[in-house]
Nanobody, 126 residues
């Protein structure tokens, strides 16, 4: 069982930056692909970014490409989401998720992910 814990959310102004963290403990985190998803009020959950088990591959939603960067430190069992140039439309609860991966590909489909954190709120004011 993988337990994920997000942190780093908050209230910022448009144009500001935030770094989210997703930490786990007691697991071979390096064997898991990790993704970030978000859900705004009244909207469906959407894919944001994902990173392969070895960090060799990353994948981003078009809406965040060039502004967000996903990275991981397997020694610290932590995945990060650096969010720059934040916009009001980035306001959402952000979730990290993981699945055991036997290859170096990443997936954007939420259904592929087996483990989810509780989420952290990101609010961007205009």
């Amino acid at each position: 069982q993988v337990q994920l814990q997000e942190s780093g959310g908050g209230l910022v102004e448009a144009g500001d930056s935030l770094r989210l963290s997703c930490a786990t403990s007691g697991q071979t985190f390096s064997s898991y692909a990790v993704g970030w998803f978000r859900q705004a009020p009244g909207k469906e959950r959407e894919f944001v970014a994902a990173i392969s088990r070895s960090a060799g591959r990353t994948y981003y939603a078009d809406s965040v490409k060039g502004r967000f960067t996903i990275s991981r430190d397997n020694a610290k069992n932590t995945v990060y989401l650096q969010m720059n140039s934040l916009k009001p439309e980035d306001t959402a609860v952000y979730y990290c998720a993981a699945y055991f991966s036997s290859n170096f590909y990443v997936r954007a489909e939420a259904s592929r992910y087996d483990y989810w954190g509780q989420g952290t709120q990101v609010t961007v004011s205009s």
